[in-house]
């Protein structure tokens, strides 16, 4: 069963990480639709995977799931849409994986998370790959 989870979860990131160069290779479709497939495709992933869903759930986790999709889902990811398109791949792509390091962050200053030496390495080594990018891809403007 975790094999299976893991899968999904790998599926699921390989996907997420190609849509800002969809967006950017289909930039001539109008934002709203594109948003709304890449939407329709996670609909049917999420279709796919119903049957292992729980669905016995407060009303404190509904209201959460309501805020979920709406605001962080259907804003966020319409935002992200625009972002990517009209940007340029190495600033979006700084800008993708820095959210990991800062969400970290920001659940340690606001609900206590600790931050252990492993998460401290994976954060530094987060921004030394972004870092290095940056760097090389300067050399070669110069160059």
Known sequence: RQFIGVLFALVSAVFFALIPFCHKRINHVPQRFRTFYQFAVAWVYFLFTLPWS???LT?????GLIYLGLGATIIGHG?????????KSQTAGL??????PVSILIAHLTLGDTLGPRILFGGALIYSGLLFNLLRARKAVIS
């Open 54 to 56: 729980n669905w016995d």
């Open 59 to 63: 009303q404190h986790d509904w209201l």
């Open 79 to 87: 935002l992200w849409a625009k972002v990517t398109t009209e940007i």
């Open 95 to 100: 800008m993708y994986y820095s959210y990991i």
